[in-house]
């Protein structure tokens, strides 16, 4: 069972952060991110999106706080992700089409798990 409080904190930072600005440079992206998550380094981090105007329930727009539609994945896919890449529409194709999207899950989000050693 993993640290669902440690995934929560990680989603609702991303959010403050994305409130205060809403491009990122590659470099600007991932000290964002290091500052967020690096806290949690280590640890069973589960990044299960809750709603926040219901507690308890997921979010209506994304599963996971490191899916790209969320804060933290919008952060992820510019620290991690190809320049200008529509990780949100290949997303969304890839979940009608297959199990699991197979490219944020090996690619921008493996390197955010291995940077910051999440199981």
């Not at 090996?106 to 798990?113: N, Y």
Request: hydrophobic content about 30%.
């Amino acid at each position: 069972m993993g640290n669902h409080h440690a995934g929560r904190a990680m989603g609702h930072a991303a959010n403050a952060v994305l409130r205060t600005r809403k491009r990122f440079t590659k470099v600007q992206a991932l000290k964002a991110l290091d500052d967020i998550c690096r806290p949690w380094k280590g640890c069973d981090a589960e990044f299960e999106a809750e709603d926040p105007k219901r507690p308890n329930y997921t979010h209506p727009k994304y599963g996971q706080y490191t899916d790209p539609q969320a804060a933290l994945g919008k952060l992820i896919a510019v620290a991690f992700g190809k320049p200008d890449y529509d990780y949100v529409k290949e997303f969304e194709h890839d979940l009608d089409t297959v199990e699991d999207p197979v490219s944020w899950f090996d690619g921008p989000c493996e390197k955010f798990r291995k940077r910051y050693k999440f199981c």
